[in-house]
């Protein structure tokens, strides 16, 4: 069983930055893919990013990408979203996700085992 817990949102003006967090409780936490995912209102969960196992590999959905990087420390148990250059349709509750090692790359919902309860992020005009 893995237990996520996000952190780091909030209210920022739009241009602005702001990284979430994603505590790990798993004795092997390098074995997993994290992912991070969103949920505007009445819209369905959406692909942000996602990074191997090692840190070695990343993606990002095309809505994010050059703007928001993903990154992790296996030592710490520890997956990050920097977020920058935010946009008032980046508005969303933002959730971490954990697969097994072998579903790196994926981008659908069904393909995660574990999920957090999520963080608002919320950026104005």
């Known amino acids: 069983q893995v237990q996520l817990v996000e952190s780091g949102g909030g209210l920022v003006q739009a241009g602005g930055s702001l990284r979430l967090s994603c505590a790990a409780s798993?004795?092997?936490?390098?074995?997993?893919?994290m992912a991070w995912f969103r949920q505007a209102p009445e819209k369905e969960r959406e692909f942000v990013s996602t990074?191997?196992?090692?840190?070695?590999?990343?993606s990002y959905g095309d809505s994010v990408k050059g703007r928001f990087t993903i990154s992790r420390d296996n030592a710490k148990n520890t997956v990050d979203l920097q977020m920058n250059s935010l946009r008032p349709e980046d508005t969303a509750v933002y959730y971490c996700?954990?697969?097994?090692?072998?579903?790196?790359?994926?981008?659908?919902?069904?393909?995660?085992?574990?999920w957090g309860q999520g963080t608002q992020v919320t950026v104005s005009s």
């Open positions: 990074i191997s196992g090692s840190g070695r590999d990343t």
């Open positions: 798993a004795p092997t936490f390098s074995t997993y893919a």
């Open positions: 996700a954990a697969a097994f090692a072998w579903n790196y790359g994926a981008r659908r919902v069904g393909s995660y085992a574990y």
